[in-house]
């Protein structure tokens, strides 16, 4: 069986984005995308809410043929390319990026049917809404959070409306260049 683990970037006061859904303050660098492509290795099936799916097609498809994109760019754009990737959403309509399912109901049923399958596991990349659906329904099993030394004030966070208590344990933490703490935890059941 699958697990179904959440990779997400917060600032120190838990934000994953700023109010406008703004990234710019995650410190970038050789060492951080060495942590992200370790994450991405175990990875057997992306999923995204429509926001984060949205935003990551407007890049990566680009990125695949460019000559001035960055190795790693280019390695990560054929990766994402070739991977199946499920998107949650209600209004999303068209699958229209290479190798995409869109689920837009039954979602706790079809995330089970997921985590049944054989392979890697299944892998939250940001995706907030998404996140704090699946975390109520009960679904996920491991944390993956990427702590930037920096405090936003205010944003998106995915736990904003979580009422019900979650005991987590730490699997390891990391620190990485640039001041990012890479915290992995799983949920205690």
């Known amino acids: 069986?699958?697990?179904?683990?959440?990779?997400?970037?917060?600032s120190l006061d838990g934000y994953c984005a700023t109010k406008d859904g703004g990234l710019d303050w995650i410190p970038y660098n050789e060492a951080f995308e060495?942590?992200?492509?370790?994450m991405v290795q175990t990875v057997?099936?992306?999923?995204?809410?429509?926001?984060?799916?949205?935003?990551?097609?407007?890049?990566?498809?680009?990125?695949?043929n460019n000559p001035s994109a960055s190795?790693?760019?280019?390695?990560?754009?054929?990766?994402?390319?070739?991977?199946?990737?499920?998107?949650?959403?209600?209004?999303?309509?068209?699958?229209?990026?290479?190798?995409?399912?869109?689920?837009?109901s039954n979602v706790e049923e079809e995330v089970k049917k997921l985590k049944e399958g054989e392979g890697k596991?299944?892998?939250?990349?940001?995706?907030?809404?998404?996140?704090?659906?699946?975390?109520k329904m009960n679904l996920i099993d491991e944390f993956n959070f990427t702590v930037s030394p920096v405090i936003l004030g205010?944003?998106?966070?995915?736990?904003?409306?979580?009422?019900?208590r979650v005991n987590l344990e730490?699997?390891?933490?990391?620190q990485i260049e640039g001041g990012i703490v890479a915290l992995h935890y799983k949920v205690v059941r």
Request: net charge neutral; charged share 25%; proline share 3%.
């Open 34 to 38: 060495k942590y992200a492509e370790k």
């Open 154 to 164: 205010d944003g998106l966070t995915f736990i904003r409306g979580i009422e019900e």
């Open 1 to 10: 069986m699958r697990k179904l683990v959440l990779f997400l970037h917060q």
């Open 71 to 104: 190795k790693h760019d280019q390695e990560h754009a054929a990766w994402i390319e070739n991977v199946e990737k499920i998107v949650f959403s209600t209004t999303l309509i068209k699958e229209d990026w290479h190798n995409t399912r869109v689920i837009s």
């Open 170 to 174: 730490l699997i390891s933490s990391e």
């Open 121 to 135: 596991d299944l892998v939250i990349f940001g995706s907030p809404t998404l996140a704090r659906s699946l975390m």
């Open 44 to 64: 057997g099936l992306p999923l995204y809410g429509r926001v984060t799916y949205e935003m990551m097609k407007s890049y990566w498809p680009t990125a695949l």
